[in-house]
């Protein structure tokens, strides 16, 4: 069966090939998610950009998938509704399912500010191995003041719309692996205690003194 | 930077991260593609699940992407315009550059009716491993003939617009690695004839005697 089928899915009975799923689900083993969640502006990216090279330093083949790269390839389209956050999120789960099951140690950057959409996500990769959900606790307050790149000034102003923690929710992950409070911290520590409790999962080897 | 920017992307300037991608792109090794196109019932997808379990019997962690699985999974929404099936096709070749990255054996079986878009998903994927493009080269009449859902029927009879083969092109590939004709030839010598060329190439181990 194809995409064609699509053209018409309601239409087909069945599946004409009995054996859609040969392949047996086998992992190759080693991979996880490392999943950051927060606010824009919270800091997911800085810590996984100083947690990436790390794990890779020691060995790890690392998959970065932040929010920009999965909407040029696989999200072309899609707004900020909850709807479209959804399928966002849902393609990013999926993709790093796949990846995870290929060994890759994946860390993945994005607000993915519905609880039910990580949740989603996290039960597609523990199919083939951990999922590590860092929260990066930020408060709105302390985002807006950082406001690098001035979206929560216009968000406030109204300018932009369905902007995360301004006028549209971010729900608070329930029970996340890490959680990392930045205010204060510098991102370098923040990386330290991801790292650690990377080590502590037996995810990543630990640091052989030079 | 995450995806809430994309919400004003035109009004950053500059990324405020020198280091977006500092993870090297080293690649685990030994993963590759194989690519199937062709019409709808051409017979990609019976060739590609006997191709599968045989890489997956001599080892290889085999990750097996259909058009349909792509659609649920990254592409809902997208139809059967030429803009939305490159779009498709992106995606497609996008996730399997990730797999391939990762040492996976991909098998990707879609009508992939444009020369253009499977060159990209080529390219894309040869960052990491091969790129080996099967041409199920089975003629409409002969899809037609078979046409086991009868899709080809409503698609004649004007029913179902753009089908590939009908009144949407399909190109036939430049160069492909392998081309397999169907008509009058069991599926399973077809996959007997790619599993020998996979061999060929080195990226399959030879069937070891029992």
Redesign the interface.
């Known amino acids: 069966?194809?995409?064609?089928?699509?053209?018409?899915a309601k239409?087909?009975?069945s599946h004409?090939?009995a054996?859609?799923?040969?392949?047996?689900e086998?992992?190759?083993g080693g991979?996880f998610t490392l999943w950051f969640t927060g606010l824009?502006g919270s800091g997911?990216?800085?810590i996984a950009?100083l947690v990436?090279?790390e794990?890779?330093r020691r060995g790890l083949?690392?998959?970065?998938l932040?929010?920009?790269t999965v909407?040029t390839?696989?999200s072309?389209?899609l707004g900020?509704s909850k709807e479209d956050r959804d399928?966002?999120i849902?393609?990013l789960g999926?993709?790093a399912s796949?990846?995870t099951?290929?060994?890759?140690a994946v860390i993945v950057?994005?607000?993915s500010p519905y609880e039910q959409a990580r949740q989603n996500a996290r039960a597609m990769v523990e199919e083939h191995g951990p999922f590590v959900e860092v929260y990066v606790r930020t408060s709105v307050e302390e985002c807006a003041r950082r406001d690098?790149?001035?979206?929560y000034a216009?968000a406030f102003a109204g300018?932009?719309k369905?902007?995360?923690g301004v006028d549209d929710p971010y729900e608070e992950p329930a029970a996340p692996e890490i959680v990392v409070d930045t205010e204060g911290v510098e991102p370098e520590e923040s990386a330290a205690v991801v790292i650690g409790k990377l080590e502590e999962l037996g995810l990543v080897p630990s640091e052989v003194a030079a």
């Open positions: 069966m194809n995409e064609s089928s699509n053209q018409s239409q087909i009975g004409i090939y054996h859609e799923h040969p392949e047996s086998s992992d190759r991979g824009s997911k990216t800085t950009h990436g090279p794990l890779d083949v690392v998959e970065y932040d929010g920009d909407r390839h696989l072309k389209g900020f399928a966002h849902e393609r999926w993709v796949r990846v099951r290929h060994g890759g950057a994005a607000i690098v790149n001035g979206l216009k300018e932009i369905g902007f995360t």
